[in-house]
């Protein structure tokens, strides 16, 4: 029988690796920018020649690129497991107790509430030796029970600047003419993935006069799609939380941590416990100086909010 030749043996190999990786994921690893970076941070932890059990919790702001890092993680780490899940928000239990007793990979995306979470991680023996989790949240207390969290920072100027330009224009540097319009771009998303995204998309195939209006219109309102993502984090918070994070985001920030709580409790507020419910939920951050920051994005998010009270009699707004 004749051998077959080297191009039928590599689709055959294409195609069985394929078959292998779970169907829904296997394209969402393209296009993916700054991920070898993240990979070098997390491989020595996740130490796959280890025989216990390790649980990594990735945190971050909306929009960060959580989600995409783990699914990242997922796709490349998975196919050396006996078994492996990847679950968005709840875990299916009838789908687990298949796995009892194997070494698998289970990534648990979105986590909202602990219960889930502390049944899985509580019982250990429930997973194989060498068996690893993800969690991914953008509420520090929900990562409580991992063994170590790993914070997602914001892009570099390079990074964004390549993920936004093969977003708009399918290769990583701008076409000639577009360098300035899209370096403005890049300075006003600051590092979130979510955002350098949402705003190629919206400009693909747009002529430099509707590039430009879309400047000039973000700088007043924040684009809905953004707005309506990094606006979940303050949908979890308690009324006293929300009406702090909006003080914060539209006179606050960058005030020294100390005075502005000592200012909130005059008002009747209990910052000490709320600025950190803040911090956990990656709304704000507090720099070495003891300063109050926040994102530009998150920042305008808060205004945002205040804005759409009353949007053409702003002396109606709270």
């Known amino acids: 029988m004749c051998a077959r030749n080297d191009v039928e043996l590599l689709k055959d190999i294409v195609r069985a690796v394929s078959e292998k990786l779970p169907r829904r994921y296997q394209n969402q690893s393209k296009g993916l920018v700054g991920i070898e970076e993240h990979y070098k941070r997390i ?31 997922y796709n490349e780490l998975s196919p050396e497991f006996e078994g ?80 936004f330009c093969l977003t708009v224009f399918g290769e990583e540097q701008p076409k000639d003419g577009y360098e300035d319009l899209s370096r403005r771009v890049i300075f006003y998303c600051k590092g979130i993935p979510l955002a350098l995204k949402i705003l190629g998309k919206s400009l693909r195939q747009k002529c430099k006069d509707a590039w430009e209006s879309e400047l000039r219109k973000i700088q007043k309102i924040l684009n809905v799609e953004i707005h309506n993502e990094l606006k979940l984090s303050y949908y979890d918070l308690d009324c006293s939380q929300k009406e702090i994070f909006l003080d914060l985001a539209c006179f606050f920030k960058g005030g020294k941590r100390d005075w502005v709580a000592g200012l909130l409790e005059a008002f009747g507020f209990f910052p000490a416990s ?45």
């Open 43 to 73: 491989e020595s932890f996740l130490n796959n020649g280890s025989s216990e059990v390790r649980t990594l919790g990735i945190w971050g702001m909306g929009g960060i690129g959580k989600s995409t890092l783990a699914t990242a993680l």
């Open 84 to 163: 492996h899940c990847f679950f968005i928000n709840v875990f299916d239990k009838s789908e687990m107790s298949n796995l009892q007793g194997k070494r698998v990979f289970i990534v648990l995306d979105d986590v909202a509430t602990s219960e889930q979470l502390e049944k899985l991680i509580g019982e250990y023996d429930f997973l194989g030796l060498g068996s690893r989790v993800i969690v991914t949240s953008r509420n520090k207390q929900m990562l409580s029970l991992v063994d170590e969290i790993y914070s997602v920072e914001e892009l570099s100027s390079h990074h964004s600047l390549q993920l």
């Open 274 to 318: 709320e600025i950190e419910v803040l911090l956990d939920k990656s709304l704000i951050r507090i720099s070495k100086y003891n300063e109050i920051e926040m994102h530009d994005l998150t920042q305008e998010m808060g205004r945002e909010i205040i804005r759409q009270q009353s949007i053409k009699d702003p002396g109606r707004r709270s």
